[in-house]
Nanobody, 121 residues
Framework: VQLQASGGGLVQAGGSLRLSCAAS????????VGWFRQAPGKMRDFVAA????????SYADSVKGRFTISRDNAKNTVYLQMNSLKPEDTAIYHC???????????????WGQGTQVTVSS
């Protein structure tokens, strides 16, 4: 499966963005999909994940209540709705996929190129 992230941009603090992770090569319903982000000079961090099958979700504490991950299998796409954005959300956001149904821990096998999110204060 190939993944392509899009939807990043520049937004003021308090604003919203919706990121998309479009899959090709295989239907995205076979995979658990996660979003990760990496800010300059920092490690890559987990943001959110949605499982294959049940659609269970998991979020990093830093984004709970502000971000929502969802999937539209008919469009072969997973979304990350980001509201109440803060300057500390500034990072490159990547989506990734794996066949395990777990939304906690572990590694991801397939990665897409990232999309830049910049939140100005």
């Amino acid at each position: 499966v190939q993944l392509q992230a899009s939807g990043g941009g520049l937004v003021q603090a308090g604003g919203s963005l919706r990121l998309s992770c479009a899959a090709s090569g295989r239907t995205i319903s076979y995979y658990t999909v996660g979003w990760f982000r990496q800010a300059p000079g920092k490690m890559r961090d987990f943001v959110a994940a949605v499982s294959r099958g049940s659609g269970s979700t998991s979020y990093a504490d830093s984004v709970k209540g502000r971000f929502t991950i969802s999937r539209d299998n008919a469009k072969n796409t997973v979304y990350l709705q980001m509201n109440s954005l803060k300057p500390e959300d500034t990072a490159i956001y990547h989506c990734a996929a794996r066949t395990s149904p777990s939304v906690v821990g572990g590694t991801y096998d397939y990665w897409g190129q990232g999309t830049q999110v910049t939140v100005s204060s």
